[in-house]
C-alpha cells in the first residue's frame, strides 16, 4: 500500500513540475490538409491554437476553414515530450466549382504528440483531429491527420 502511495504522489509531483518551453510559435501543417497553425500557451498546460486550412477535395472543390481549439498538455517525463488533448469550434466554406458554397460549422476535437527541441527555436507535432459538423453535409468527420512544424518565435 506504501508504495502506492509512494507512485501516486510521484506521479503528482512530476506533473505538477510540468512547464513547456515557449510560449508562443508559428508553423506549417500538413496532412489531410494544408494550413497555417499558432500556439499560444496561456497556463502552465494550457494552450489555445489556431488552425486555418485549405482542403482541396477534386481540382474544382475545396474546402477553407478556420479552427480555434484549448489544448492540455501532459508531460510524460521525457525532455521536451508532451502529449496533449483539447477540444474547440470550427468555420469554414466548402467551394465546389464557380457556383456552389456551403458554410460549415463543425465541433472539433483534438488529440497528439508535441516534440520541443532543446537547443533550436522548433516544435514538432502530430495529432488527429476529430471533427462533429453539425452545418453542411452534417455528421461525423474522423480523416483529419495532422503533422506540424512551429517555429518558436517566444
Known amino acids: 500500500m506504501k508504495r502506492i502511495i509512494i507512485?501516486?504522489?510521484?506521479l503528482l509531483i512530476s506533473t505538477a513540475a510540468f512547464s513547456q518551453n515557449y510560449k508562443t510559435a508559428i508553423g506549417l501543417r500538413t496532412g489531410t490538409s494544408l494550413g497555417a497553425s499558432i500556439k499560444h500557451f496561456i497556463?502552465?498546460?494550457?494552450?489555445l491554437e489556431g488552425i486555418l486550412d485549405v482542403d482541396i477535395?477534386?481540382?474544382?472543390?475545396?474546402?477553407?476553414?478556420?479552427t480555434g481549439l484549448y489544448e492540455y498538455h501532459?508531460?510524460?517525463?521525457?525532455?521536451g515530450l508532451y502529449v496533449y488533448a483539447g477540444a474547440g469550434a470550427s468555420a469554414g466554406?466548402?467551394?465546389?466549382?464557380?457556383?456552389?458554397?456551403?458554410?460549415?460549422?463543425?465541433i472539433d476535437f483534438i488529440g497528439g504528440v508535441e516534440y520541443k527541441f532543446n537547443n533550436i527555436p522548433l516544435a514538432l507535432s502530430?495529432?488527429?483531429?476529430?471533427?462533429?459538423?453539425l452545418?453542411?453535409?452534417?455528421?461525423?468527420?474522423?480523416?483529419?491527420?495532422?503533422?506540424?512544424?512551429r517555429y518558436i518565435i517566444k
Open 93 to 106: 466554406v466548402h467551394v465546389a466549382g464557380l457556383y456552389s458554397q456551403q458554410f460549415m460549422i463543425g
Open 57 to 66: 477535395v477534386k481540382h474544382d472543390e475545396m474546402k477553407i476553414k478556420a
Open 135 to 149: 452545418i453542411s453535409n452534417s455528421g461525423l468527420k474522423v480523416p483529419n491527420l495532422g503533422f506540424t512544424v
Open 74 to 79: 501532459f508531460d510524460v517525463n521525457v525532455d
Open 43 to 47: 497556463s502552465q498546460p494550457g494552450a
Open 7 to 10: 507512485a501516486a504522489a510521484a
Open 126 to 133: 502530430a495529432d488527429w483531429n476529430l471533427k462533429i459538423q
